[in-house]
């Protein structure tokens, strides 16, 4: 058997919910409504492995720095503050250190609206607890 995955094909008909004819060249000579197990559905990525490229860097007093999106919470992780940030052109978060983006625009409008979240004022780790 090959291991690589035939394909993509047109769906026919949906005959149930878990079965679906394919519209499959003559070449290929398989039963046109294989195991529902077996489909995949086709990926956004036109192209596999393709890489994109970051987005461009933003100059903050002289420095080029990536621009952030959000803070989306933060947490006491060991004896380290850390903030989920969303990065402008990402799709995905990361945990950043406190030390590194507690100077951050929206690392203050996350705890003008989260006053109760650890790092605001006195809700630091090891801090006094409110």
């Not at 999106?69 to 945990?95: C, H, K, M």
């Amino acid at each position: 058997m090959d291991w690589k995955p035939l394909g993509p094909f047109t769906l026919v008909r949906r005959i149930s919910p878990y079965a679906y004819e394919l519209d499959l060249p003559a070449s290929i000579r398989i039963h046109r409504v294989p195991p529902f197990s077996l489909l995949d559905p086709v990926a956004n990525d036109p192209l596999v492995g393709q890489r994109l490229e970051p987005p461009p860097l933003v100059e903050v007093d002289g420095k080029e720095q990536h621009q952030v999106s959000s803070v989306e919470d933060s947490r006491a992780y060991g004896n380290q503050l850390q903030y989920p940030i969303w990065w402008t052109g990402y799709d995905s978060l990361t945990w950043e250190p406190a030390m590194f983006v507690d100077a951050l625009q929206a690392v203050g409008e996350f705890h003008q609206l989260y006053p109760w979240k650890a790092g605001h004022l006195g809700n630091v780790v090891g801090g006094p607890r409110t």
